[in-house]
């Protein structure tokens, strides 16, 4: 009796889990698991080199592990000359060499591969390697007039567990943001995350993306991620011992000289699917109750994961395919020249994309206090905002990126995730970092020549939406503040802030 034929079994290259939801549904037996590396998802956007380098990498090593595990894999290299250059294409072509019999799929998490799997007829599992499935969300967001994390993330805590004592969450706060907030240090005691000198499979794949990729945004000097999942686990274990202790204390704090501070830099890790939420959470709480780690920076962490990561997961399906588009303020200035590395002379703008350019990599509040904020200071379209960020991150991923970029940084979905738009002066940035001290303009002066940017366009983006936000109760006292200035001094910072903003639409530095 002859058995009927199997199944392709699609792995993405941010799927890189044994336990995906279309894997645990397969047949090792007869099923074939398809990996592919493709012009399509490496050219949608003009990706990081690194960011491509570390995906067709990890999943090279990924394929590797799947074989050693009793799996068959069809793996399709960038460079094979059959290559068709589409997923639905390789899928397509592997269909026809095996007789197969239908195609599995784990849920991407960009609606615009889900749309062109669906065209292909791929049966999608929903990916259960979050905490929060979309009906779930979608049941915490029914009917609330306002969709706030902090919410959202108290159900998560009860749910998980996760530093709670009985129904109380364990120091009898859910949240200690207020106690992360200092400064950078005058010494950083960690030497930032793990770095692992590449192997062969991974020399091979930076040979070729620096052949087929060589005009993108970034630098593939200096490559130091892990690309499998033992070496993502010692990144982990090392932030644990190393960095979580102050990890909370310093967590938006920024330094010319360091790029890392105690941050985890496990984001590029966690979203390809190397490690698990639970279980760098859980290795967190470890370590609190070991007495390792203090509760502000272990809260902090935690938060961040099965806080904000689910969260933003949850808008962005429950938004639909729409999301990127939006463009509640209007904005349509194109992003200046500084972020593909061109003259400033702004030193905090300079140095999120140096780094940036660099390691794929910025921290949170470079991505949101600097190139966020200067963006909708000035009215970037969202859109060209939403695809720099996708581009230049090696953890970026759209159902991550698009919420942090079109919701919390430039708020142009509207107030969907923020109750503000996120915008500030100069003095944040200067009380967080020492660029100030370095840079070209002066923090302290208003207005006049050597005035810093942050502070003239700050009250110049307040003006010009006062009618969207003067009654918003979070903004009020920033509008009764530009009240207060008298009418001459207001009229100075508008004239100053239009002339940097000409600067910018002539293409000049600022």
Not at 195 to 202: E, Q, Y
């Amino acid at each position: 009796m002859v058995s009927p034929p199997g199944r392709l079994i699609l792995v993405l290259g941010d799927q890189l889990s044994l336990d995906m939801a279309a894997l645990k549904a397969a047949d090792r037996a007869r099923d074939i698991v398809v990996m592919a590396e493709v012009a399509d998802e490496a050219t949608y956007v003009a990706h990081h080199p690194k960011k491509i380098a570390f995906c067709f990498a990890a999943m090279r090593h990924f394929a590797e592990t799947l074989k050693d595990d009793g799996w068959q894999v069809a793996y399709t290299r960038l460079d094979d000359p059959d290559n068709t250059g589409s997923i639905p294409g390789e899928l397509a072509r592997r269909t026809k060499e095996h007789g197969t019999s239908g195609i599995l799929a784990t849920e991407p998490g960009e609606w615009r591969l889900i749309e062109a799997l669906k065209d292909a007829d791929v049966e999608l599992l929903e990916d259960d390697r979050f905490l929060a499935s979309h009906a779930e969300f979608d049941a915490w967001a029914e009917g609330r007039k306002a969709l706030r994390m902090e919410y959202f993330y108290r159900q998560m805590r009860r749910k998980t567990g996760l530093l709670m004592d009985g129904d109380d969450p364990v120091g009898g706060a859910w949240n200690y943001d207020g106690e992360n907030r200092k400064p950078a240090p005058d010494d950083i005691t960690c030497d930032g995350p793990l770095r692992v000198d590449p192997d062969a499979i991974t020399r091979e794949v930076l040979e070729l993306v620096a052949q087929r990729f060589p005009d993108n945004f970034g630098t593939l000097d200096d490559f130091w991620f892990a690309i499998d999942r033992p070496g993502a686990l010692e990144a982990l274990d090392r932030f644990i011992d190393q960095s979580l202790p102050l990890f909370g204390d310093y967590q938006d704090a920024m330094l010319d000289d360091d790029r890392f501070l105690y941050h985890s830099v496990l984001s590029i890790y966690l979203n390809a699917g190397l490690l698990q939420p639970m279980e760098l959470c859980q290795a967190a709480e470890r370590a609190y109750h070991d007495g390792h780690a203090p509760l502000n920076a272990v809260e902090g962490f935690i938060r961040q994961i099965i806080g904000w990561r689910e969260y933003v997961r949850g808008i962005y399906f429950r938004e639909g395919p729409d999301y990127t588009s939006r463009n509640a303020l209007d904005h349509g200035r194109d992003l200046p020249a500084a972020y593909w590395g061109g003259q400033t002379g702004m030193r905090c703008l300079q140095k999120a994309v140096e780094q940036t350019r660099a390691e794929a990599y910025a921290h949170h509040i470079q991505r949101l206090m600097i190139t966020g904020n200067f963006a909708l200071l000035i009215g970037a379209d969202p859109a060209q905002v939403h695809g720099w960020y996708l581009e230049v991150y090696a953890d970026a991923y759209e159902w991550v990126e698009a919420p942090n970029t079109i919701g919390m940084s430039q708020f142009a979905d509207g107030g969907i995730i923020a109750s503000k738009p996120y915008v500030s002066s100069g003095a944040y940035i200067s009380r967080m970092s020492d660029h100030c001290k370095s840079c070209g303009y002066k923090v302290t002066k208003k207005t006049g020549k050597g005035a810093c940017p942050f502070n003239l366009l700050y009250w110049h983006f307040l003006d010009r939406h006062r009618d969207r936000f003067s009654s918003n109760n979070r903004m009020r006292n920033m509008y009764a503040t530009w009240d207060r200035m008298s009418e001459d001094k207001r009229k100075t910072v508008l004239h100053e802030a239009r002339v940097l903003l000409d600067r910018l639409d002539e293409g000049q530095p600022v």
